[in-house]
């Protein structure tokens, strides 16, 4: 869903090698976390294992998780633009 948001309504270019690692990096960190609460506060590591935690159905925490994705494809799509 947040790979359709970031190229049609972002209008951002993604390549699938850096997007790809992107999120890799992202759900790799969230599964050496760990005790979410030995890691920083508010990073978006913590953020988005926290939200994972939690009821999937739950909408604000479907809504962190997004954010936190588009963010690192929006840094993704930056990189191949350079």
């Known amino acids: 869903m947040e790979i359709d948001y970031s190229m049609n309504v972002k209008k951002q270019s993604l390549e699938p090698r850096p997007a790809r690692e992107a999120l ?8 050496s976390l760990g005790d979410v609460s030995t890691f920083g506060a508010q990073s978006d590591v913590a953020h988005y294992a926290r939200a994972a935690l939690q009821a999937t159905n739950d909408r604000s925490n479907r809504v962190t998780r997004g954010t936190i994705v588009r963010k690192l494809l929006s840094s993704a799509s930056a990189l191949t633009q350079t």
Do not use: S
Request: charged letters at 40%; a negative charge.
């Open 24 to 31: 890799n990096g992202l759900y790799e960190r969230v599964d």
